[in-house]
T-cell receptor, first 111, second 114 residues
Framework: DSGVTQTPKHLITATGQRVTLRCSPR?????VYWYQQSLDQGLQFLIQ???????AKGNILERFSAQQFPDLHSELNLSSLELGDSALYFC??????????FGPGTRLTVL | AQSVTQPDIHITVSEGASLELRCNYS??????LFWYVQSPGQGLQLLLK??????LVQGIKGFEAEFKRSQSSFNLRKPSVHWSDAAEYFC????????????FGAGTTVTVRA
């Protein structure tokens, strides 16, 4: 158990819908990272927050957005969902900005 | 840009045999290198990491990895594999100049036969 929690574990929704994935980092970790794992793209970095501020952006679609709240939990919002957005979404947290500890992931299925 | 190549998509090894997973990275300066393991339906667990210093690093579950700058490699090894080592293994590279965001290889799936 890494200490990073993600909810929900599974999410099934329809195309065009909007969902919110939640991540609680390990106690004291200021950095939160979001990754997407799909069969065709592998593991891809989406976005990073550090103490509430956006720090780095990767291959994140404009339909996706994220934020980190004062209590350091983070949410990833996915809108206008498409079939291709079906994937495992991981959150990771880091005590500094080097080693990342991953949560169990949220499996999103878009029908 | 940083990138990682894991040349082997799938490896099958007998229980008790040794295992070596290959990883080659591309990055201009000294990278931060990681190996993660993902069991079916699970998240990624950190096995070990290399930042600097001794090029042979020890990790959890009896794994070790060796950083070879001349070969741009960071291969993972285990002397004697257990059935519970069956999983997918990911090599990743990060860098301070890139805010430590990780670039992952495509992964190597390890099957352990009795």
């Amino acid at each position: 158990d890494s200490g990073v929690t993600q909810t929900p574990k599974h999410l099934i929704t329809a195309t065009g819908q909007r969902v919110t994935l939640r991540c609680s980092p390990r106690s004291g970790d200021l950095s939160v990272y979001w990754y997407q794992q799909s069969l065709d793209q592998g593991l891809q970095f989406l976005i990073q927050y550090y103490n509430g501020e956006e720090r780095a952006k990767g291959n994140i679609l404009e339909r996706f957005s994220a934020q980190q709240f004062p209590d350091l939990h983070s949410e990833l919002n996915l809108s206008s969902l498409e079939l291709g957005d079906s994937a495992l979404y991981f959150c990771a947290s880091s005590p500094r900005v080097d080693t990342q500890y991953f949560g169990p992931g949220t499996r999103l299925t878009v029908l | 840009a940083q990138s990682v190549t894991q040349p082997d998509i799938h490896i099958t090894v007998s229980e008790g045999a040794s295992l070596e997973l290959r990883c080659n990275y591309s990055y201009g300066a000294t990278p931060y290198l990681f190996w993660y393991v993902q069991s079916p339906g699970q998240g990624l667990q950190l096995l070990l990491k290399y930042f600097s210093g001794d090029t042979l690093v020890q990790g959890i579950k009896g794994f070790e990895a060796e950083f070879k700058r001349s070969q741009s490699s960071f291969n993972l090894r285990k002397p004697s594999v257990h059935w519970s080592d069956a999983a997918e293994y990911f090599c990743a590279v990060g860098a301070r100049s890139n805010d430590y965001k990780l670039s992952f290889g495509a992964g190597t799936t390890v099957t352990v036969r009795a």
